[in-house]
């Protein structure tokens, strides 16, 4: 089965979130009160050696598992939609203390109340679609 | 070995393993990016229909669905055989400010007096959990993504774009915990 191994990668990063506690509400406080280090480590080591590593894959030109070559798309230049949008997600990320991947690893890890998150994140993605016409971007 | 994994993962090991699975998904073909699920969902849910962002076909995202399935399975996984026991260290300037604004520190991943029974069967409860999801939900949209998309995989391709989201995460993030949560709690 091809899906599998998204499966696999997947519950990886569910329990890398879980054992880095970045799924934590606590913890997400923190680094909004820059009194620890913690998830400024965990993000700022993740981004270098994700530049390194985006870095070799342009400049080898490498191929994925299909023999494709790795291309990357630049987003849109803009900054309204950036800025606005990113703010509103940062309200509710130090609400909820979660952003989309930790809601699902937290119900996975017995916290059934980010159900309720993830219904309000499944209805505020619909608004967005219902309204984005309207929104400067 | 399953001691050692027990233990909470220092910052830099979980840096790297997060940076591993931006790279795998960019060498199966796929780009890390967690928040179009949601909008994934909404398609499937028959949302196509009336709206037409969400009119798309949403089979090109069933792998993402599945790293979706995967991370639930990972948090019963961390929770049922990696649970080390020990309580949070979390800094004693946050147990600190937290009491202030009326909230307990408990040791826990998450605070029962938010995500526990007695606050999410109150009206105000799941208003409040419900308004914190709208507004990372609506946001991730309307910012063209979340953490994994912006701040993880636009920055490693230096995205200026990227970089003016993150800028709106934490101008977001230090308004709701420094102003609105004191009100909110």
């Known amino acids: 089965m091809k899906g599998i191994k998204f499966i696999i990668t997947g519950l990886i990063f569910g329990v890398i979130m879980a054992k ?88 996975g890890y017995g916290y059934w109340a980010m159900g309720i998150v993830v219904l309000g994140a499944l209805m505020g993605t619909y608004l967005y679609g219902v309204i984005k016409n309207k929104l400067p971007h | 070995m399953l001691d050692l994994l027990r233990q909470p993962w220092p910052w830099y090991t979980s840096g790297i393993a997060i940076a591993t699975i931006m790279v795998l998904l960019l060498f199966f073909g796929k780009s890390f990016g967690f928040s179009t699920n949601l909008r994934t969902i909404c398609t499937i849910a028959g949302a196509g229909k009336r709206v037409k962002l969400f009119d798309f076909d949403w089979k090109t995202q069933k792998w993402n669905l599945l790293f979706l399935l995967g991370s639930v399975l990972g948090g019963v996984v961390a929770a049922t055989f990696l649970d080390s026991g020990e309580p949070l260290h979390l800094s004693v300037a946050t147990i600190k400010d937290l009491k202030q604004i009326g909230i307990q520190f408990d040791g826990q991943l998450n605070p029962a007096q938010i995500f526990g029974p007695d606050f999410i069967s109150s009206p105000y409860g799941i208003f409040i959990l419900l308004l914190g999801g709208i507004l990372v939900g609506f946001g991730a949209r309307y910012a063209g993504g979340c953490t994994s998309g912006h701040a993880i995989s636009g920055l490693s391709n230096l995205q200026l774009p990227s970089l003016i989201s993150v800028v709106g995460f934490f101008t977001g993030g230090l308004v709701m915990t420094h102003f609105l949560l004191p009100l909110i709690f």
């Open chain 1, 20 to 107: 880095s506690e970045a799924i934590s509400w606590y913890r997400i406080q923190e680094m909004f009160r820059f009194q620890s280090f913690h998830m400024y480590g965990i993000i700022g080591t993740a981004v270098v050696i994700g530049l390194i590593a985006v870095y070799v894959i342009k400049k080898f030109k490498l191929k994925d598992t299909q023999g494709d070559q790795i291309i990357f798309h630049d987003k849109d230049k803009s900054w309204a939609r950036y800025l606005i949008g990113g703010s509103i997600f940062g309200l509710g990320w130090a609400l909820t203390g979660a952003c989309p991947g930790p809601m699902f690893v937290n119900i």
